[in-house]
């Protein structure tokens, strides 16, 4: 099994599970806008690789442009790197990771990190499929669009940064469909990993931004 080796590392994590297109990253970016918590969504920073072309966005890209998740010792030893830097009081946000068991354990590993609470981002499946492949996102600051729902104001233009306003490569149906079975596959594992250890809550994700991020600050109290 992966751990975090470094004994320095000690850190406050709050864990967001969920579909992709459930809200997570929408959600974290919300709650890190005031520097209360600092948002690390292993997604975010495989496509900066990706972007900059580094070896772990080559090895990256093969997999993300599938749908399928990237090899777990890859992404464990991206977010040991990343903890790292880390202050030791800094109160973190993970999107994205753990997305397996065995991600999951590593993080628990030698006590070094402290998991407070997985929250579950709870949606139907039939909700995702619309909300994916309208998903727009700003290629500078990230900020989430959608073209139905919450277009930017200039079409291709980000309202916050001026940036480029573009649909992600995996956010075509066919790569959304094969997320959502790898999602579906590791899921559960996930929930029952929480709940054994006294840490999952479940919230109700098919509501409005508004409407979540109201019951998030509570289980986050
Ligand atoms: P996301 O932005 O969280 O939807 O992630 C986009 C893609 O990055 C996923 O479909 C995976 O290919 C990859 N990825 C992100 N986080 C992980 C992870 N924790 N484990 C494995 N692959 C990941």
């Given at each position: 099994m992966q751990s975090f080796v470094d004994e320095e590392v000690s850190v406050n994590i709050t864990v967001f599970l969920g579909a992709p297109g459930s809200g997570k990253g929408t959600q974290a970016k919300i709650l890190s806008s005031d520097g209360k918590y600092i948002h690390l969504s292993t997604g975010d920073i495989l496509r900066n690789a990706i972007k900059t072309q580094t070896p772990l966005g080559k090895e990256a890209k093969v997999f993300m442009d599938k749908g399928e998740l990237v090899p777990d010792a890859t992404v464990i030893s991206l977010i040991e790197d990343t903890l790292k830097t880390l202050s030791p009081d800094a109160q973190i946000i993970l999107d994205?990771?753990?997305?397996t068991v065995p991600q999951a354990e590593a993080l628990d590993a030698?006590?070094?990190?402290?998991?407070?609470s997985a929250i579950f981002f709870d949606i139907p499946n039939s909700a995702l499929i619309e909300r994916l492949t309208g998903r727009r996102v700003c290629r500078n600051c990230g900020q989430p669009y959608h073209v139905k729902h919450m277009p930017p104001k200039?079409?291709?233009?980000?309202?916050?940064?001026?940036g480029e306003v573009y649909q992600r490569s995996d956010d075509t149906e066919e790569v959304v469909v094969r997320r959502l079975e790898v999602f579906g596959s590791q899921n559960q594992g996930l929930l029952d990993y929480y709940s054994r250890l006294n840490k999952l809550w479940n919230l109700s994700?098919?509501?409005s931004p508004q409407e979540i991020q109201k019951s998030l600050i509570e289980v986050l109290k």
């Open positions: 994205g990771f753990p997305r030698k006590g070094t990190t402290k998991v407070k200039k079409a291709g233009v980000c309202d916050v940064c001026s994700a098919d509501r």
